[in-house]
C-alpha cells in the first residue's frame, strides 16, 4: 500500500522542463565583411550576424483534465491495495483461528482420552478381581489391557497432531515453532453461540427429521450476504480497480487532445543585440484511428472484462456465505442432538454397563462397546464444536467483520 500511495504524486505531476544551451547559427565557412554588412567585397572574418551563444527552457504543459484523471486512477489504485491488505490480515486471523480451534479439539480429545483411561484402569482391576475369584476369565483381563493400550495409542497420535499444528500456528504467527502453546479453550461466546449451556432449552424448528434448530445467533442470510457484498475485501478491491480503469478509460478518451510543449530561449551575440524567441508545439493527432483509437478501445475491454470479473465474484460470495452459515447451522442442529439426546444417552448406557459388569451381570465386551462408543460420541460432539468455530471464523473472513456481538 506504501508504494501505491507513493505513485499518486508523481502522477498528477507534471514533467521536468528541460534546460537547453548551446551555440546557434554558427557557419561551417568563413563569410567575407563586406557580404555580411550587404556591400562589395571586403575581407574574410568568421561567423555570422545569426551566430549566438544560447540558453534556454522548455516545458510540456498536459491537456487540462489529463493529470486529474492520472490522480483519480493512482488514488484507486490505493483504496485497492488498502483492500488486499484487509484481506491479507483476515486471511491470517482466520488461519491463527482454525489452528487455535484445531488445538482446542485435541486438548478436549486428550482430556476424553484421559479420562476413558482412569475408567478403564477400574474395568482392569474389576477383571482381574473376577478372575482371582474363578467368576472371569483371562480372556478379560487381556481384552481389557488391550483397550488401554489401544487409548495410548490415540493419545500418542494425538499428541503429535498437537505438535504439528502448534508448529503451523507459531509459523502463522511469525515465532519459532518450539514456542509453548497452553491448553487452547474455545471462546464462551462462540460456545454460546453454537449450543446452550442448559441443553434444556434447546428447541427446533419442527419435530420432523433434520429440522433445524430455532434461535440462531445470526442475522438472516440475505442480510449477511449484502453484508459480505459491501465489505468483503476482495471486492473492494475490485471495485477500486474499476474505479481507476474508468479514470484510465476517461484519459484514454483524451487522448487526442495535444499535450503542448513551451519553450523561451536567450540568444546572446557578439557586438550585435541579443535576442528572445519564444515557441509553442503542438502534436498533431494525424494517426488517430491508429493509435488513440485503439488505446480507447483497449481501456474500454478491460473495463468491461473487469466488470464482469466482480459480477462473478460477487456471486461467489454470496455463495460462499450461504455455504458457511449452512454448515454453520447444520453444526448447531448436529451438537443439539448430541447434548439432548446422544451424549445423556450414551453416558448412562456406558455406566449401566460398567455396574452391570461390577455386579456380574453382563460381560466385559458389552462395557467396551458402550465405552468406545461415549468416546466416539464426545470426540465427535468437541470435533463438531471445533468445526463451527472454524466456521464462524471463515464466514467473518469472507463477510469482512464479525457477525457475533
Sequence with gaps: MTAAAARIGPAAAWGDPMLMAGIENLP???????????????PI???DPMTMKMIGVSQTVPYPGKLSLRRQAAEREVDAARANLDASRLAIERDVRTAFFELAYIDRALAIVERNRSVLADVIQVTEAHYASGTGGQQDVLKARVEAARLGETASALLETRRAT???????????????IPSAVIPERIVNAAIPSDPNRVRFAAQTLGARTVDSPFPPLPELQDLAVRQNPTLRASEANIAAQAARVELARKGSKPDFDVSLQYGQRNQRPDMITAQVSIPLPIHKRAR?????EEARAELSAMESDRRAEINSVRSQVARLVSELE???????????????QGGAAAMAALASYQAGKTDLLTVLDNQNTLFTYETEYYRSLSDFAKNLAELERVVGSEILQ
Design 330 to 344: 447444520r453444526g448447531r442442529t448436529q451438537l443439539a442432538i448430541y447434548a439432548k439426546a446422544i451424549l445423556p
Design 28 to 42: 561551417l565557412g568563413n563569410t567575407s565583411a563586406a557580404n555580411a554588412g550587404g556591400h562589395g567585397a571586403g
Design 45 to 47: 572574418v568568421p561567423g
Design 292 to 296: 488513440q483509437d485503439q488505446e480507447l
Design 166 to 180: 502448534s508448529a503451523e500456528l507459531n509459523a502463522t504467527l511469525n515465532r519459532d515453532d518450539t514456542t509453548s
